[in-house]
């Protein structure tokens, strides 16, 4: 679990440096038109290592750190041991996957910006949703809804919201990094497709 930890505090030391060094925000925010047009690619990555305020930043880490852990745990026991890499892989890939959309559809607003790792905390969660669908979520700390609930619930939620465009969250990163959570697996052994099937089938 080292190299989670090391992940998260990264994260967390280079999110604080911003909050007092705007220049890092403004340099490696995630922009569309500056990717594009000026092909400043590094900011597909970087754009997760930074946060708007510190309750934006401990609430990712929280999630990351609790879900992670199963998710390396799952990795490790389907692909040989290579959990670790596994892991490095779907968090920086869906950093990536999760802004494509964005990427696209504000490729000539100069003026979208966005910032934070929601998109691979969403894939984090529905990495280990898809390994274990009816494992208990615990909302607002209270209430127990299994995992396969509460991704359903959760993707139409970010779709109504991104198509509804009424606050400041990345809605749209949230619902993709979801989706290639929970396609990852997949991507690498086909099989576990079936496996997740077998597993939905005594509820169904």
Request: glycine share 6%.
């Amino acid at each position: 679990m080292n190299v989670l930890i090391i992940l998260i505090a990264a994260i967390i030391i280079i999110s604080a440096t911003a909050f007092s060094q705007t220049t890092l925000l403004y340099r490696y925010q995630f922009n569309a038109y500056q990717i594009i047009h000026r092909k400043q690619y590094i900011r597909l990555i970087s754009h997760g290592f930074l946060h708007g305020s510190w309750t934006h930043l401990l609430v990712n880490m929280f999630v990351l750190h609790s879900f992670g852990r199963a998710v390396i745990y799952h990795l490790n026991d389907n692909f040989e041991g290579r959990g670790i890499p596994m892991f490095l892989l779907l968090f920086f890939s869906s950093l990536i996957f999760s802004s494509l959309y964005s990427l696209i559809k504000e490729k000539d607003n100069p003026h979208y910006n966005a910032i934070g790792a929601s998109g691979a905390v969403s894939a984090v969660v529905f990495t280990s949703i898809f390994f274990s669908p009816y494992s208990l979520l615990y909302i607002f700390f209270a209430i127990p809804v299994p995992g396969i609930v509460f991704g359903v619930a959760y993707l139409i939620y970010s779709r109504v919201m991104a198509q509804r465009n009424v606050d400041n969250i990345g809605h749209d990163a949230h619902f993709w990094g979801a989706v290639f959570g929970f396609i990852f697996p997949i991507l690498y052994k086909p099989s576990l497709f079936i496996d997740f099937i077998n597993k939905l089938m005594p509820f169904l």
